[in-house]
């Protein structure tokens, strides 16, 4: 139907005869001649309609915003003072002599070059929301970013290999989404969270390599980075150990940075110890493009007659960290009361500070530290005129989450980055996570190594460490895996720990321990979070940004009002009632 796109057109192409479809973006009326801003999945191209082309010129005056045409026309150049620099068809100008309308539109919810659309009109009408430029631009560059993938696990002779979505429920940290079955009354198919377990079967028939860009299901809590059903790349390899993976993943990763940002990401990504993360940076996705460690201060705290100091310092539960910020001290007394209330969202009582003037330091605390604990504050945290030292004492939980957190909003508040990109790789995760009345969870998932025999898993848990790593970029996880328990001894005894009996364990992984038993190889993988992924290379706020059609934070879809009742006939047939 059409010669060209709207968008290549150039002065290459003047005194050329063209045919364009696609949408009306704007119409204009300039004193009898008519513009109409054309535009297709590549850009924009301006037609003219002059008076002299009767037919063409009173069929263009009914024409509308978002009306489908087909136009035919001559390029020619624009006037040198009409010239438009921002768009790539800004100097030259189709003079129509024919226009198809292809199709009306009626007038619509919103603007689509508007900025204050709410997401909720955006989600409802998301077909014409996919129309701006900007949602092309990032589900383009999410194909982008699939087809590189795909390229590189096939040049490194991967393969694709589909697994079911009608499974069983398996732990993987978040609640089921549940499928009623109608030929086993009773009884129900859970979506996958993620394809662990039959990636671990791939693994034991031998095919070595396996990935799969494959949808995963969570009912869970929703937040911009969250969705129920999400996208991953689920990566396992036999014969290959945590040093291994992780380098190729990281090879994939700096290519797909070149390719598709031209990026040139670090020869050597960086890592560090889930240990030494918390104790630095308060979290396990540490944000290394800002240049701010959190210090510890529970040796300089432990004899100092301030309470709410010395009581964390001398407890093993517990921490006194501080946080210097480099030209804080011109933080204003309203904006730590708003960070005092920030961290309060992460259980902090409050929020101690120390500002460094030229006159020398002031705080509240001060009197009750003396000038010696502050002089040494001061040279621990290399604090000097023009910071601020902000301090938390609680529970160690409550401190890293708080300074944590607060670090990185003052890093945005305060623009504190000193690089655009900062990949790291964690390393050396607990293999468990201790609840207060003692029982054990999986940081990860069941399946995860220990870097301990079983004998030392069993005496010390809480201090043992699994084969995990997590690749974080600019403090978000994009990809987290672990090298897998390959021998059915250890797998029983990981279950044991976490008070899984042998009734049950064969009960909800009797196929797994049946497998292991038969010449299981050594194996690991990794799980990228792609909606993560690209929304960080478009650099989006929030995951439904990169994905066509997301649903809200409640878990529903506004466009096709989902979730729906179901007929009471449909119940019947499944044996389910509501209540």
């Known amino acids: 139907m059409r010669t060209h796109f709207c968008g290549e057109l ?74 438009n620099k921002k768009i790539s068809t800004g100097e030259i100008e189709v003079l129509a002599n024919e226009i198809e309308i292809l199709n009306t539109s009626k007038p619509i919810p919103f603007q689509l070059d508007s900025e204050d659309t709410s997401e909720e009109v955006r989600l409802k009408y998301r077909y014409l929301d996919l129309r701006r430029h900007e949602m092309q631009k990032r589900l383009r560059l999410r194909s982008k970013v699939t087809k590189y993938i795909r390229d590189f696990m096939d040049k490194n002779d991967f393969i694709d290999i ?56 969570r009912d869970e809590d929703l937040r911009a980075d969250r969705q129920p059903e999400f996208t991953q790349l689920d990566v396992e390899t036999s014969f290959m150990n945590e040093i291994e993976i992780t380098s190729l993943m990281e090879e994939m990763i700096r290519g797909l940075f070149q390719e598709v940002l031209n990026v040139s990401l670090p020869k050597k990504f960086s890592s560090i110890s889930y240990h030494e993360s918390m104790k630095l940076y308060g979290v396990d996705r540490p944000d290394l493009r800002i240049p701010m460690q959190m210090v510890d201060m529970n040796e300089t705290m432990k004899d100092v007659e301030f309470k709410v100091f010395s009581g964390p310092a001398n407890s093993d539960k517990a921490r006194v960290a501080a946080l210097k910020i480099p030209g804080g001290a011109s933080i204003s007394r309203k904006q730590i009361d708003d960070y005092t209330k920030y961290v309060s969202i992460y259980g902090a009582k409050g929020l101690a500070y120390i500002k460094i003037n030229e006159d020398g330091p002031s705080s509240p605390i001060i009197k009750f530290l003396g000038e010696d604990i502050t002089d040494k504050v001061i040279e621990k945290t290399k604090a000097s005129i023009g910071d601020i030292i902000f301090f938390g004492a609680d529970t160690t939980k409550i401190v890293n989450e708080s300074l944590g957190n607060l670090r990185e909003k003052l890093a945005r508040d305060l623009n504190l980055f000193d690089s655009e990109w900062a990949p790291v790789w964690v390393f050396d995760f607990p293999m468990f996570d201790v609840e207060d009345d003692g029982t054990l969870n999986a940081i990860h998932h069941p399946f995860t190594a220990p870097s301990v025999d079983s004998q030392t898993l069993v005496k010390e848990p809480e201090k043992s ?86 649903k809200t934070q409640t878990a529903a879809c506004l466009l096709t009002n989902a979730p729906t009742i179901i007929p009471k006939v449909q119940l019947r047939e499944l044996k389910l009632k509501t209540i």
């Open 10 to 83: 150039n002065k290459s192409f003047l005194e050329k005869e063209v045919t364009l479809c696609g949408w009306v973006n704007r119409r204009r009326d300039h004193g009898g001649v008519i513009f109409l801003d054309l535009r297709d999945k590549i850009g924009l191209a301006q037609i003219v309609i002059n008076p002299e082309t009767k037919e063409t010129f009173k069929l263009a005056e009914s024409i509308r915003n978002e009306f489908v045409l087909k136009v035919k026309g001559k390029v020619i150049a624009r006037d040198t003072e009409m010239i």
């Open 465 to 550: 460490l699994s084969r995990a790593y997590d690749l974080v970029i600019n403090g978000s996880e994009v990809g987290g895996g672990s090298i897998r328990i390959h021998k059915s001894d250890m797998q029983k005894t990981v279950l044991k720990l976490l008070g899984i009996d042998d009734d049950e364990a064969r009960n909800k992984f009797g196929f797994l321990l049946d497998a292991l038993d038969y010449g299981c190889p050594p194996h690991g993988g990794i799980a990228f979070g792609l909606d993560r992924l690209v929304m960080i290379l478009c650099e989006a706020d929030s995951i439904r940004e990169v994905i066509a059609f997301p």
């Open 162 to 217: 589909e697994t079911p979505f009608l499974t069983k429920a398996t732990p993987e940290g978040a609640r089921d989404y549940l499928v009623p079955s109608r030929t086993h009354e009773g009884s129900f198919f859970a979506l996958p969270q993620s394809p662990q377990l039959f990636k671990q079967l791939l693994m034991m028939s031998g095919f070595e390599r396996y990935y799969q860009i494959v949808k995963c299901f």
